[in-house]
């Protein structure tokens, strides 16, 4: 098997497996690859790389947008839906202008998502760990609190 295949079986393994949570991950990853290749080819003038990168980008985002459930939580995809919205049109004028500058602004709000989607993970993982022992971690209780247990015991 040639290393290219052995590549995409890997990929195509990783993501037929992938919890939900970890496919947004991936997506949030790849739009961040994709727009710093971006980079590379508009700084170097070469604008056909420029082009396909941007679009993969884009096609990501969206997903990344067209995945928001819209019915559970309409206010927080409202937001996260203008913000792609903000990512997607930086990068139709990048690869209009062929400008790095609004390329940038779209690296910045997908590094962030990814930051912000990286740090829930991190918190699910915690508590799922901490249910799977037998306890969740819970707020310390407050003096009121403490006094109700003493007095009923």
Request: charged share 20%.
């Amino acid at each position: 098997m040639n290393p290219q295949a052995a590549q995409q079986n890997y990929l195509r393994t990783r993501v037929l497996t992938a919890t939900p949570e970890q496919l947004q991950m991936m997506l949030f990853d790849g739009a961040v690859r994709f727009a710093e290749q971006a980079r590379l080819a508009l700084q170097a003038k070469n604008w056909e790389q420029s082009y396909t990168s941007i679009s993969k980008c884009q096609k990501i985002i969206a997903e990344l947008t067209a995945s928001l459930k819209h019915d559970v939580n309409p206010d927080l995809c409202g937001k996260l839906s203008s913000l792609y919205n903000y990512a997607y049109r930086k990068l139709v004028e990048a690869n209009v202008g062929h400008q790095v500058e609004p390329l940038d602004e779209a690296v910045k709000v997908l590094k962030y998502q990814r930051e912000t989607w990286a740090l829930l993970l991190q918190q699910l993982g915690t508590q799922k760990a901490g249910a799977a022992a037998g306890r969740i971690d819970m707020p310390a209780p407050s003096a009121a609190m403490e006094a109700k247990i003493r007095l009923s015991a």
